[in-house]
Nanobody, 112 residues
């Protein structure tokens, strides 16, 4: 299983981004998918995940602002980031708990 994240970039506070994790296998129908993030000053932390039934979990810090979703037909998982703040600046990683696979990450920078 290979995971490739994209969609990161520089955005102003209050802005939005949509991250995409492209998965090179048909595992989306079988596995919970997650997003984590790591900033220079923090350990890698959980952001959100979604199981195969569409049930989602979010870190308290992102609830109401971030949304995880998947498109099994396109083998992609998305993370919509809204109302971003500088505290959201981090490298965002896609993760498959079932297999232990991680992507290489996509960088999000929130600054004015």
């Amino acid at each position: 299983v290979q995971l490739v994240e994209s969609g990161g970039g520089l955005v102003q506070p209050g802005g939005s981004l949509r991250l995409t994790c492209s998965v090179t296998s048909g595992i989306l129908g079988l596995a919970r998918m997650g997003w984590y993030r790591q900033s220079p000053t923090k350990q890698r932390e959980f952001v959100a995940d979604e199981d195969t039934y569409g049930r989602t979990k979010y870190a308290d810090s992102v609830k109401g602002r971030f949304t995880i979703s998947r498109d099994s037909g396109k083998n992609t998982v998305h993370l919509q980031l809204n109302n971003l703040s500088p505290e959201d600046t981090a490298v965002y990683y896609c993760y498959v708990p079932l297999t232990g696979n991680w992507g290489k990450g996509t960088e999000v920078t929130v600054a004015s």
